[in-house]
């Protein structure tokens, strides 16, 4: 409380009007993101699902999922229906699952053991549910920058199977990690009294 005015940080209202403005914002970030760090950059990391994740942990797994699955609708509207993208919507709704389930447990602080614990089960899903859809959708082939890492791999000795996975872990625990200290920390800005009592 500072001058008689309290100065707490408050998340934004989720209700019948905010909502879908929150979502569609939330995806469309992502998207930004995720063009940015792929198309310009050619990063092998994805940076599609931080805003998943912030909505995830503020407002819970189910606006968090939708988030996530609009990410990769909208990606694929906006990449002229390659039907690359829109699978892979599994992944982003992984990650809101688990970031929304896991921000529950009450705990903001970011290294904390859930912060850290939610990276490593978003990364594993993830990593496990892409590897599954680039091998069974696309042949292991997806055309996104990651496709380098799994070539340098599979040249190495590994099979298909194995260098999309391995590299997911390596991708997704750099790219999860992002996305879930920016989400907890966002919770934490949110939780936080700034004023002085």
């Known amino acids: 409380m500072k001058n008689g005015i309290s100065t707490k940080w408050h998340k934004p209202p989720f209700n019948i009007v905010t909502a879908p403005l929150i979502i569609f914002s939330g995806a469309s970030l992502n998207l930004l993101f995720w063009f940015f760090s792929d198309r310009v950059l050619h990063a092998p990391i994805f940076m599609d699902s931080i805003f998943t994740a912030i909505v995830a942990a503020l407002y819970g797994p189910v ?31 992984a990650t809101g699952l688990i970031v929304g389930i896991m921000a529950r447990k009450g705990e903001t602080f ?19 549910l892409g590897t599954l859809i680039a091998m069974l959708l696309f042949s292991g082939n997806t055309e996104v920058s ?16 194995a260098a999309n996975f391995w ?11 992002i996305a879930v200290y920016a ?3 966002t919770k934490a800005l949110l939780e936080k009294d700034t004023g002085e009592n």
């Open 110 to 128: 970011i290294f904390g053991w859930n912060s850290t614990m939610t990276i490593l089960l978003v990364t594993v899903a993830n990593s496990i």
């Open 183 to 185: 989400a907890f920390g």
């Open 167 to 177: 590299s997911r872990i390596l991708t997704n625990l750099i790219d999860k990690m």
């Open 146 to 161: 990651l496709d380098f890492i799994i070539s340098t791999l599979t040249e190495l000795g590994q099979t298909l199977f």
């Open 63 to 93: 606006p968090g999922m939708i988030t996530g699955l609009l990410t990769n609708v909208e990606n694929e509207f906006i990449m002229g229906f390659p039907g690359i993208h829109w699978p892979f919507g599994f992944c982003n709704l």
